[in-house]
């Protein structure tokens, strides 16, 4: 017995310390235990591409996708921690060193080294062609599973500013800025951001009153004149901007949209003030300052009394895609991190994986987690589906509905599967130092008030609903996938499911528009968690089909049973033996 001393209990503090090794190993184990490579490690991810794409597509990006998979869970992980680290937060330098103004923000070089291997990639470069957006989001999603990292933002803004462009830039501006947005090299590429936010308005982008006025001496250049309360990627190169144009009315069909360069030609800054750099409560990595304009100089995007519809149909619907993506790739990381933790840490003489309470709460995130990402990716595949033309007026219907559905419900559910994270690792949970875990919990608030709060959306769910019709192709997409079923313990209840809410959005449109509004968020959640439920249930088929694995039909039938039934599990038969398949 070590120096002869006793604890409280009677026992050797020896024995004490060798309790607590074991503890420790216990951490070293499930540290050591973390995938090595994201898309290597996401056997469902891989299945999910492969469905939607094809065997051939498939195995021309598999190779890609591993290489960039592996990057990130080694190298870009251990840098956006750094980087992450509270001394290591983006700085404001207004002068430099002779006074001269630069409005400058400076990163601490781990962020750059991220910023390098993960534009590095070449997930922008891939717009240059129609069609590639899965193939994009796919290296997003994989990007995203280290969180917001500093850069994932700026991807989201940079994608939408190359399809505005895309779609209704003058030839000149293609010319200029195209090559620039498109390019994989970190240190010569061009950052997209948009300054959209102002004070008085926030969601309400109709209540905008910065100022754009043109400049006689060359047609399609303005100056733009006030304050932006939001601009995120303040670094970026370019930015788009909304402005108030004169005499083109009040609301949003007065605001025209800008593109503004950073820095001017002769190589002074633009003429914005940085007043400030956000202390936000998520990404925190990537800087969000407020901005006064002073006379700054754009250039004219599209057609004037078209700035508002351009904004939305290629810039934030983009953005709400890529948010999507995001917080599935945060809920892919959330559960690998609970899993290797139940996996190897110890209570009561087991590891806590055994317990049924943990299995429990295992399961389910996983179900979540598979749900939230087979329908933002159907909608990624679809999207490239119309860019290529092979798909109409149904599917960009359909797309109106679930974009907006898709980005809200898809934040809220991973909300609730990082929560139930943090719980399984109990105290060691809410160490910003132990896990990624409350980094992505805080990320995930600012994700769903990013492009669209949840009231915000719901508000114009129901507005399109009632003047575009666009929920027929939506239920109709949710009932042609549970048809396609073979397995008759969801194809049915789907069907029922997807008649019975048809009728409960009639009844509730009946109503009038603020009165529908309070039964309006139940049911939309409702309708888009059998949404999910569907397009997990026909990956299932598939992957029963071709790879006689059931790992999906029984994710889809859990999902189904707890989300959109709402049954508890002693109503649910198969729920002990399913329960403990998932976890595993």
């Not at 895609?321 to 990381?333: D, E, F, H, P």
């Not at 009632?466 to 027929?472: A, G, L």
């Amino acid at each position: 017995m070590k120096n002869g001393r006793l604890n409280q209990n009677g026992d050797s503090a020896e024995q004490d310390r060798s309790e607590a090794d074991l503890g420790r190993e216990s951490l070293a184990a499930w540290k050591e235990s973390q995938p090595d490579n994201f898309f290597a490690y996401d056997l469902g991810f891989q299945r999910s591409l492969e469905f939607l794409w094809g065997r051939d597509t498939y195995k021309q990006h598999a190779g890609r996708l591993f290489r960039f998979g592996s990057l990130l869970a080694s190298t870009v992980d251990g840098l956006v921690e750094e980087a992450s680290r509270d001394q290591n937060q983006p700085r404001l330098e207004r002068y430099d060193p002779i006074g001269e103004r630069i409005e400058r923000v400076i990163y601490h070089p781990a962020h750059h080294d991220a910023g390098r291997m993960i534009f590095d990639s070449g997930m922008m470069s891939v717009f240059a062609e129609p069609g590639n957006n899965l193939l994009a989001l796919a290296m997003f999603y994989l990007s995203a599973q280290n969180g917001e990292a500093g850069h994932n933002c700026s991807l989201a803004c940079t994608a939408g500013m190359i399809k505005v462009l895309q779609a209704v830039g003058s030839d000149k501006l293609k010319r200029r800025y195209l090559p620039h947005l498109l390019d994989s090299n970190y240190d010569t590429l061009y950052q997209g951001a948009q300054f959209l936010t102002e004070i008085q308005g926030g969601s309400d982008v109709g209540a905008n009153a910065m100022l754009a006025k043109p400049l006689e001496i060359e047609k399609g250049l303005w100056l733009l004149s006030g304050e932006k309360w939001f601009c995120s990627n303040i670094s970026a190169d370019l930015a788009l901007v909304t402005a108030r144009v004169a005499d083109q009315g009040s609301g949003t069909r007065g605001l025209g949209l800008f593109l503004m360069p950073r820095g001017l030609e002769n190589g002074q800054p633009n003429a914005i003030r940085i007043n400030r750099l956000k202390e936000k409560l998520g990404t925190r990595g990537l800087a969000t300052a407020e901005v006064e304009f002073q006379g700054a100089l754009a250039h004219q995007l599209g057609p004037l009394d078209q700035g508002f519809k351009n904004l939305m149909t290629f810039v934030i619907n983009t953005s709400r895609v890529y948010n999507a993506l995001a917080v599935c790739g945060a809920a892919r990381r959330v559960y690998i991190t609970a899993k290797t933790f139940a996996q190897n840490r110890r209570a009561f003489g087991q590891a806590i994986i055994h317990y049924p309470l943990v299995q429990d709460t295992l399961a389910n995130m996983r179900a979540d987690s598979s749900a939230i990402l087979a329908g933002s990716l159907h909608i990624v595949n679809l999207v490239d589906k119309l860019e290529l033309g092979d798909a109409g007026n149904q599917a960009r219907d359909f797309l109106r509905l679930a974009i907006n559905l898709n980005k809200y419900r898809s934040a809220i559910l991973t909300r609730e599967i990082i929560a139930q994270g943090i719980e399984l690792l109990g105290g060691n949970g809410t160490i910003e130092s132990f896990s990624i875990l409350p980094r992505l919990l805080r990320d995930n608030f600012v994700y769903e008030n990013w492009e669209g709060t949840h009231n915000v959306l719901l508000a114009q769910v129901q507005r399109d609903i009632r003047r575009y019709q666009i929920s027929e192709p939506f239920l109709l997409a949710i009932e042609s996938m549970f048809l396609g079923i073979e397995e008759e313990s969801l194809r049915v209840p789907g069907l029922e499911e997807q008649a019975k809410t048809k009728n409960e959005l009639t009844e509730v449109l009946a109503m009038d528009e603020l009165t529908a509004a309070i039964f309006f968020r139940p049911l939309m959640n409702r309708i888009t968690d059998l949404y999910y439920a569907a397009c997990l249930a026909a990956e299932g088929e598939w992957e029963l089909r071709e790879k006689k694995d059931r790992t999906k039909l029984r994710l889809a039938k859990l999902f189904f049973d707890k989300r959109v039934l709402g049954r508890e599990p002693k109503d649910i038969p198969y729920y002990d033996d399913q329960v403990s398949r998932l976890c595993h």
